[in-house]
């Protein structure tokens, strides 16, 4: 298997149940740098509702928030002794309106594949497909892999990304300003 840092520009991050448990440079110049999030926000759904910045990346911020909580209903159903799912629900659902009402809904998504539109103060807006591939030693972690269709604007974009997180030797710090 070819490691993940060797295989750029493909971002990826590894997370059971939305919570970000590593990353390479690129996932931090498309998203945010999570190494300036305390470890218990490290979350993506937390960031998703709780960090102003994540409405300005996602194009379609609306539905990725949907998805979100799709994404935590079908794993707090799958998992509902986990006390860190039950924490998180809990304090999105006292924090913040528009995850409650969306936790009203009755829809679930399965958390293999998608593809969703995220902007670069830089590189513009990328459209990308997302995969998660399971790991085999433990089925609740994945490992999120953000690629774009070869020949693309948002292919050449992610290039260009992976050539400039090359050259800075670590995470990309992200502003709202």
């Not at 079908?74 to 995850?99: C, H, I, K, W, Y």
Request: with cysteine; aromatic share 6%; glycine share 6%.
């Amino acid at each position: 298997m070819t490691p993940v840092i060797s295989i750029p520009p493909k971002p990826a991050d590894l997370n059971p149940a939305r919570d970000i448990l590593s990353w390479n440079p690129m996932a931090a110049a498309l998203l945010i740098d999570f190494s300036g999030i305390p470890e218990r926000n490290r979350n993506y759904a937390w960031m998703v509702f709780s960090d102003p910045a994540m409405k300005v990346i996602h194009a379609d911020w609306k539905n990725t928030a949907h998805s979100c909580v799709a994404m935590l209903r079908t794993e707090a159903g799958r998992n509902s002794q986990d006390p860190r799912m039950a924490t998180l629900v809990g304090e999105l659902s006292l924090r913040d309106d528009g995850f409650r009402r969306r936790r009203g809904g009755r829809h679930i998504a399965t958390r293999n594949r998608g593809s969703k539109v995220l902007r670069d103060p830089v590189a513009g807006e990328l459209a990308l497909d997302r995969d998660a591939l399971a790991c085999a030693n433990d089925p609740d972690q994945q490992l999120v892999v953000w690629t774009a269709e070869p020949g693309t604007a948002s292919h050449d974009a992610l290039r260009i990304l992976a050539s400039w997180t090359a050259d800075t030797q670590g995470a990309v710090s992200r502003t709202t300003d």
